[in-house]
Structure formats: structure tokens, C-alpha cells
């Protein structure tokens, strides 16, 4: 209670948030169904008075929060940029969805996902490990929620995998901050970082063992990931959406923070651990994409292998000058990029396999340009933001003295292109079959050709995403999402100095 | 030892009043029996030789049971406040107000949403 | 009394946890066995803090509690959903989705 910085505006995006969701949640209560999508629309608000909030914040110094707990720092500001707008991003996407409009629990969703974002931004800027707890719960609960929102056989088969794994992993996460209290005498980073440097080598590496399972959870990085593509295939598309990005910005962030303050000083062992979890997490979610034809499960295991990138930057953390840079930028390209993607699934609720895409060009060429282009950005390809970031994450790696890391990660890059490719290549070259699902049909009628599939493979069988082949308002969406990641490409060397800046604390 | 007397005291209350109130009900209550003074509880699930539905009970048994637990757990809260609230002052105070406040707008949402009603 | 012997007990707490997570089938078992192991680090942030002589143990077992509550809920809430779907509790019944 030292009362020198205890200023609620230094949270005003967080508050912003809850509030909305606070607000959305009580007004859904009283509006007629019909009129849900207000709700909705709050919830949209809230996001961009956040948006608005956190660059202001951007704008101004660097510091701490409510007696050092909660930092103020270009990795928080960045972060909560990257959540709010991923978030306000998935929220158009739910307001473009047909099924979501006409589900009865509509405002739910909208809560849900500001509170689950709410998680998000606590965890990117938590500075104290009580307070990293609580996001990762915040960021959690509400997302295994969100998982069986379909209330359908797959749906709540996706619940209970990511509960189970989540409820395991969070216990493990607090068994890591307990073990770090007991090295450490606090919770506080600046407190930590003093004392873990000369507490018992043993101590430190368990706990921060059980920290980094709480992170690689909530990020889907191997070994950690189980939950990732069953969640991403059995739940709305939305949905998959939002877990593949906003939950995994506030946990790279989380974790980068603390390889850079508390773990910094304790030896090589952090480094070391997290490459070998990078390279297992790219490799291994290289390999499973590889024979996926479910796009969203194939969308899920390249993020699997994407947080393998990302986890290099966390690794080196503190060991060069360029870890900071590196990690903001690729997470703000990737979750454009990897948005981009999911809101071309959105548009075509109806097409859930590769082959379904046959012949998109012909008949949308507008979304299979912007499918291209996120597909080709996830890859890394010039002059999109993922390649600018992929470049900076190696360099960090190579700056560090991890050549090995950086030359594995290269070579996972290009063996990537191929499933990537798998998808693009029927995209642009196929034709469509006759009565394919891609066809412009008369008012949303549901394709025979999908059906066929559908009785032949029962993994398409009748999931609840509505009856429309064609959610125009996920358009809304698909085509800024390339276009930034494209313009964050372009615009990488001023924005990259931006991301500059010391840490809080 | 002197700290701990209110606590005898308490103790001591209660016990009175507990053995009181028993005593006073036997010797000043009118006892007129009927069916529901015979059964072994007067309140909750019927007995019966085997729970109601094969040994199941209804859905609605446990939906209630984990409301409350989220409420009452939700009160845990306002024990540091409670033991602190005259140093944490005007701060401390609004804060658990806005705590409360959202409490009661959980509270809102599962009266509304249906979450209270039985059938 | 002394605090480490607690910490002994919350080892054992947390190893019987773990070791029920890994091997009971049980949706709910599973979920009983998780929250042994929260009460196993409560246990251990509490004695943590007596050793320590301050209070941010006590204050991070507040939250677990709270928050293990609030978790716990939506667990059984996804369970009674599952058995509606599916009428088994049996987390190796849910295997709808594979490669």
C-alpha cells in the first residue's frame, strides 16, 4: 500500500474491456432475442474505446502499475494493441456469422470472448506471478466455454480435451509459482530477478518448468498442444479464430517477460529448454499438417508450428538486442495473417476440407486472393509482415548464438510451403464440381457435392455452423486482414523501430 | 489468554441459546403432529428406498449446488478487505463496491437468465 | 510444529493428485484428483508464507481458491454437457476427433 502508483487509468484499456463485458452481459439480459446483436455491437465498442485507450497509453511513458505488479511497457502496449484488435476482429467474424446471429445464447459469446481477452492483456502485461495466475485462469475459463459454445457431440468433446488439459496445465503453472515463492521470497519480478540468481539452481528450474507448461499451454506449443486442432475443428469457426491467436499473444508475451526479468540471470538452462521446445513445436506441427485435410485442423497445426517460431525470441530473451523487435512484430503479423485465414474459413462455413475449395478462384476470386495471400504470409513469403518477423526472429536467434536454432527454423519455413501449398493449389488451379458448395447458388442452398462427402467421411457430418454456403460479413473481415498483413510487411522498418523500448521494472 | 475471553463468551451465548431455544420449543411449543413430522427430514429430497429416477438425482440438484458454490466462494474476497478496510481507506472501499457491483451483476444475469427457477 | 513437515503433506497431497489424473478415467474423478493438487499448492503458498513471514502466499491461495471455484463450475457445466451429448463420463469415450 506504498499508494504511489496506484492509478486505475494506467488499466483504463483492461477496464474498458471488463466493463463492456460487464455491461454487454446485463443488457443482453433484457433484450429482446432479435435485438442480442446490440450486445454485440457493445462489445465492438468497447474493444475500439480500448484500442484508442492502449495507443494513447503507447504514446506515453514507460512504467509500472499498482505497486510494480502490473508493467506499462512497450511489450503491454503492444500487446494489448495486437489482443484488442485480434479480438475486435473475431468479434466482426461473430457478427458476420449466421449461426451465431440466430443462436440463443448471442450475448454470451460476445462476454465471453472480452473476458477471455480481458485474460489475454493481463497476461502480456502481468509483472508479478500472482498476477500471471489469475490471467492465465481469466484467459482460460472463459475459453473452454467458448470451445463447446455449439453445445454439439464435437463441440463438447473440444470443451472437455482443452478443460481437462487447461485445468492440468494451470495446476502446474501454480506449482511453478509456488516454487518460485519459495526461491524467490515474493512474487514480484524486480524481487525475483534479485534473488533468483542465488537461490538453488534446482528450485528455479522446477518452477519455472511449471511456469513455462502454463505458457506453452495457453500458447499450443509441443508439448502442450493436444487441445489445439480439436478445439480449433470441433468448435464455431470464430472460435478456432480467436484460440489460435488472441490467448497465444498474452502468453508469448508472458513468457518472453519472464525470461527476460525474473529467469534472466539464473543460467542457460531457459534458453536451452526453450529451443528444444521450438524446434519440437515446429517440427512436430510441420509434420501433422502435413497429412490434415480438415483446413481448420490443418490452420490449427500450422499454428502449433508458428508458436515454434515464436518461442525463439523467448528463448533468447535478454541475449540480444533484437528479442524484443523480433517476438512483437511477428506475433502483431501472424495474428493479421493467421485472421486473414480463418476469416476465408468463415466466409465458407460450408467448406470444411481441402477439396472443398476446389475452384474458389473461379468463383470468389476476391477471397481466394485473400486466402492466397494469408496462406502465402503464413509461409513467410516477401513482402508479407510474417517474413519481415520470421527474418527478425532469426537474426535474434543467430545475434544470440543459437545458429543451430535459426538454421532448423529456416528449414521448417520451407518445408511448411508444402501443406500451405496443398491448400492453394486447389484454391486457384481446380475447377469447381458441379453443385460444389463454392457455387453462387440461389440464397445459401446447401451443395450436393458436400453432402456426398459428408456421408462418406463421418468427420463432416453435421456440425452446426448454419445453413448459408456463403457468410458474406466474414469478407468484412478476410480482406483487411490481408491487406495489412501485406501493408505490416511494407511498413516493417518503422514499425519495427516502434517496438523498441526498455521493460517496466 | 485474555484475548481469546470474547471467544469464550461467544461460545458460551451460543450454547445458551441453543439449549435454550430447544428447551423453550419442547415446554411452550404446541405439538400437533401430521405426516411430514414423521418422515426423517422435513425439508429436501423425499426418502425413499431408492433415490428418485434408479439412484439419479435431477440435473437441477447440481446446477443449484454450483451456483452457490460460485457465490459463496465470491465472498472470500471481502475477509483482507474486511481486516484492512481502515487502511486501505476511500480506495479499498470503492473497489469492493465495484467488486460487489459485479458480483451482483452475475447475480442479475443467472435470475434473469432462468438459472434460479426450479422447473 | 515445523512449516516444512507441511510441505511434506502437500508433496503427498499433489503426488496422489497427479497420480490420479494419469490414471483414473472419470471426467469427474479427473477433475477431483485436479483440485487435490490446487489444494496441494494452497497448502504449499500458505506454509510458504508462514516460513517466509509474509503474506503473498496467503494472498495467492485466496485467488486459487476463488479461481479453482469459478474453474470447477465450467468443468462440471462442460461435463453435464457431455453426458448429455454422449451419456458416458469417460474421458477416453471422447474420441470423435482424431488425425
Known sequence: MNGTDENPLDLLPEVLLAGCAVLALLLGCWLPRHRQWLAGALA???????????????????????????????????????????????????????????????????????????????????????????????????????????RDGRGTEAALKYYVLGA????????????????GHGTGYPALRRELPDAPVGLVITGGLGVLAGVLFKSGGVPAHYWLPDAVQGSLAPVGAFLTTVPKIGALAAGYRLAAGPLADTGRWWPDLVAVVAVASMTLGNLAAFSQRDVRRLLAYSTISQVGYLLLPVAVAGRTALDQRALLFYLAGYA????????????????????????????????????????????????????????????????????????????????????????????????????????????????????????????????????????????????????ASVLLGLLGGPVLDLLAGPLAG | MNAYAPILVLGGLAAVFAIGSVVAAALIGPSRYNRAKVEAYECGIEPTPQAVGGGRFPIKYYLTAMLFIIFDIEIIFLYPWAVSFDAMGLFGLVEMLLFALTVAVAYAYVWRRGGLEWD | MNPVNYLYLSALLFTIGAAGVLVRRNAIIVFMCVELMLNACNLAFVTFSRIHGNLDGQIIAFFTMVVAAAEVVVGLAIILMIFRVRHSASVDDANLMKL
Not at chain 1, 69 to 96: E, K
Not at chain 1, 115 to 136: I, N, P, T, W
Not at chain 1, 357 to 376: K, Q, S, T
Not at chain 1, 389 to 405: C, E, H, M, N, Q
Open chain 1, 44 to 150: 465492438v465498442t468497447g474493444c475500439a474505446a480500448g484500442l484508442v485507450a492502449a495507443a494513447v497509453a503507447a504514446a506515453g511513458p514507460t512504467g509500472t502499475a499498482f505497486d510494480a505488479s502490473y508493467a506499462v511497457d512497450p511489450v503491454t502496449s503492444t500487446g494489448r494493441i495486437v489482443i484488442l484488435g485480434g479480438t475486435l476482429l473475431v468479434l466482426l467474424l461473430s457478427l458476420t456469422s449466421p449461426w451465431l446471429r440466430a443462436a440463443p445464447r448471442e450475448t454470451e459469446f460476445y462476454v465471453l470472448v472480452l473476458l477471455a481477452a480481458v485474460g489475454a492483456v493481463l497476461l502480456a502485461g502481468a509483472q508479478d506471478l500472482l498476477l500471471l495466475a489469475a490471467g492465465y485462469l481469466l484467459a482460460s475459463v472463459p475459453a473452454y466455454a467458448l470451445a463447446g459454445f455449439a
Open chain 1, 168 to 183: 492440468l496445465l494451470g495446476v502446474l503453472l501454480l506449482t511453478g509459482v509456488t516454487v518460485l515463492l519459495a526461491a
Open chain 1, 336 to 483: 493479421v495473417t493467421n485472421l486473414g485465414a480463418f476469416a476465408v474459413v468463415c466466409a465458407l462455413p460450408r467448406a470444411r476440407h481441402l477439396a472443398d475449395y476446389r475452384g474458389l478462384a473461379r468463383e470468389r476470386p476476391a477471397l481466394a486472393v485473400a486466402l492466397v495471400v494469408c496462406l502465402l504470409g503464413l509461409v513467410g513469403t516477401p513482402p508479407t509482415a510474417v517474413f519481415l518477423g520470421k527474418l527478425a526472429v532469426f537474426s535474434a536467434a543467430f545475434d544470440a548464438g543459437y545458429t543451430w536454432l535459426a538454421v532448423v527454423a529456416a528449414a521448417n519455413t520451407v518445408a511448411s510451403l508444402f501443406y500451405y501449398l496443398r491448400w492453394i493449389a486447389p484454391t486457384v488451379l481446380g475447377t469447381a464440381p458441379p453443385g460444389d458448395e463454392d457455387r453462387d447458388g440461389d440464397g445459401g442452398r446447401v451443395g450436393n457435392g458436400n453432402a456426398g462427402r459428408a456421408g462418406a467421411d463421418p468427420l463432416a457430418g453435421g456440425h452446426a455452423t448454419g445453413d448459408a454456403t456463403f457468410a458474406g460479413g466474414a469478407v468484412l473481415v478476410a480482406y483487411p486482414a490481408a491487406a
